[in-house]
T-cell receptor, first 117, second 112 residues
Framework: SAVISQKPSRDICQRGTSLTIQCQVD?????MFWYRQQPGQSLTLIAT?????????ESGFVIDKFPISRPNLTFSTLTVSNMSPEDSSIYLC??????????????FGAGTRLSVL | EDKVVQSPLSLVVHEGDTVTLNCSYE??????LLWYKQEKKAPTFLFML????IEKKSGRLSSILDKKELFSILNITATQTGDSAVYLC????????????FGKGTSLLVTP
C-alpha cells in the first residue's frame, strides 16, 4: 500500500479566492489522480497528474480552474481557482500502487473538505 | 458512455443481519472492479476483482465478479455497527490511464 498525506484537511474560503491542496506520498508512484466528491455524490475524476508534463483533464474540468502540478513522483498539488459556492466539495488525491499479489490498486488520501462562502 | 450502477442506494439493517450490495456496469475496456468503504472522507480499499467466479474474502466480507453478466456483489455477514459506511464500487478502465469510474455508492446503516 501507500501512505498518502493530504493537506489541508479542511478549509473555509471566500468566493473569488483560490486554494491549493497538497498530496504527498511516502514512495515514488507513477500514477496520481485528483477526484472531487460533491455533497451526497460519488467520486468524479478531475484529472490525472503526470510527472514532468501537463495534467490530463476529464471532460468538464479545465486547467484554468483546476491547475495541477506534479514536480516529482511523490508530490502533487491541485489548485481550485476563483472559487464559488459550487466548488464546495471533498477533494481527494489517489495513487496507484502495483505489484503481486494484489495487482494495481488505487489508494486514497484522507481528503480535503472545502467550503466556499 | 461508461456506467457503474449500485443498488440499493441505501440500506438499514440490524446488527447480525447479512447484507448483499450490488454493482452492475456497462463499460468498454474493462480492466478490474474495486470495492471501497468510505466512512468519513477517505475511501479505504476492500477488494479488487479481475476474474469471474473467484470469490475474494476478508473476514466477514466477501465479493465476487460475473464478467458475463457484468455485475459484482459484496456480501457482509453478521453485520456490526462498525460496518456502517458508504460502500463504493468502481471500475478501472484500461484506456483511461487506469482512472476509476465510480458508482454512486450504497449507504449502509447497521443499527444495534
Amino acid at each position: 500500500s501507500a501512505v498518502i498525506s493530504q493537506k489541508p484537511s479542511r478549509d473555509i474560503c471566500q468566493r473569488g479566492t483560490s486554494l491549493t491542496i497538497q498530496c504527498q506520498v511516502d514512495s515514488q508512484v507513477t500514477m496520481m489522480f485528483w477526484y472531487r466528491q460533491q455533497p451526497g455524490q460519488s467520486l468524479t475524476l478531475i484529472a490525472t497528474a503526470n510527472q514532468g508534463s501537463e495534467a490530463t483533464y476529464e471532460s468538464g474540468f479545465v486547467i484554468d480552474k483546476f491547475p495541477i502540478s506534479r514536480p516529482n513522483l511523490t508530490f502533487s498539488t491541485l489548485t481550485v481557482s476563483n472559487m464559488s459556492p459550487e466548488d464546495s466539495s471533498i477533494y481527494l488525491c489517489s495513487v496507484e500502487v502495483g505489484g503481486p499479489p494484489l495487482g494495481n490498486i488505487q489508494y486514497f488520501g484522507a481528503g480535503t473538505r472545502l467550503s466556499v462562502l | 458512455e461508461d456506467k457503474v450502477v449500485q443498488s440499493p442506494l441505501s440500506l438499514v439493517v440490524h446488527e447480525g443481519d447479512t447484507v448483499t450490495l450490488n454493482c452492475s456496469y456497462e463499460v468498454t475496456n474493462f480492466r478490474s472492479l474495486l470495492w471501497y468503504k468510505q466512512e468519513k472522507k477517505a475511501p479505504t480499499f476492500l477488494f479488487m476483482l479481475t476474474s469471474s467466479g473467484i470469490e475474494k474474502k476478508s473476514g466477514r466480507l466477501s465479493s465476487i465478479l460475473d464478467k458475463k453478466e457484468l455485475f459484482s456483489i459484496l456480501n457482509i455477514t453478521a453485520t456490526q455497527t462498525g460496518d456502517s459506511a458508504v460502500y463504493l464500487c468502481a471500475v478501472e478502465l484500461s484506456n483511461s490511464g487506469y482512472a476509476l469510474n465510480f458508482g454512486k455508492g450504497t449507504s449502509l446503516l447497521v443499527t444495534p
